[in-house]
């Protein structure tokens, strides 16, 4: 079964651009969650989607968001970059909604110049 | 609020037993995690404990005491893979499934 998969892994972008990344989870899970890992602040909590439905959020600002398609899949978006938006961006899958057992994806790195 | 604590960093020799801790205070309390992230990969499930006592899988268990707030991750005959980053993440009650964080602890383990 593959893992759960995200594109790009690695990005580079200008203060003030948007960024749209993508996040596809593992076969018949439909939980998607969405979170920021920094040096600084650790790994920290964005959204949660679940039949194409927000159903927690994290507290950072309106700039994120995010959706989820009918097939599960998920992205986020991002506008008007930050530089403190320099971060690896983690994806992960769940069964059902507050699963227990979280999958991570690799990760997407992006960079705000 | 959550807040969360584990050491930092922790060394150990290739072979020994090393037990990093987590301590938390939570409104309410609905499970507590840990995972396993290596330097540039994406963290791995390890263990979940909601009841209190110790959780066996292998050469890592995990213990859990509610009404202290605490929690360790117990890695025996430690490898040089074992050398990660070491997160624990607390659930709370009251309807959000989300976990909160702790920074994590980076573990080096030395031949």
């Known amino acids: 079964k593959a893992g759960v998969t995200q594109t790009p892994r690695y990005l580079i972008k200008t203060r003030g651009q948007q960024v749209t990344l993508s996040c596809s989870p593992i076969s018949g899970h439909r939980s998607v969650s969405w979170y920021q890992q920094t040096p600084g602040q650790g790994l920290q909590f964005l959204f949660e989607y679940f039949s194409e439905t927000q159903r927690n959020k994290g507290n950072f600002p309106g700039r994120f968001s995010g959706r989820q398609f009918s097939n599960s899949r998920s992205e986020m978006n991002v506008s008007t970059l930050e530089l403190g938006d320099s971060a690896l961006y983690l994806c992960?899958?769940?069964?059902?909604?507050?699963?227990?057992?979280?999958?991570f994806g690799p990760g997407t790195r992006l960079t705000v110049l | 609020g959550q807040n969360i604590d584990q050491p930092t960093e922790m060394t150990a020799t290739e072979g020994a037993i090393v037990q990093i801790n987590c301590t938390y205070q939570?409104?309410?309390?609905?499970?507590l995690f840990w995972y396993q992230q290596h330097a540039g990969e994406a963290p791995t499930f390890l263990s979940y404990?909601?009841?209190?006592g110790l959780e066996e899988k292998g050469r890592f268990s995990s213990f859990l005491s509610r009404s202290k707030g605490y929690s360790y991750l117990l890695l025996k005959e430690l490898q040089m893979k074992d050398s990660a980053s070491y997160l624990c993440a607390v659930r709370a009650s009251g309807g959000s499934y989300i976990p909160t964080f702790g920074r994590g602890t980076s573990l080096i383990v030395h031949p």
């Open positions: 992960a899958s769940s069964l059902s909604l507050g699963g227990n057992e979280q999958f």
């Open positions: 939570t409104s309410g309390f609905n499970g």
């Open positions: 404990n909601v009841l209190d």
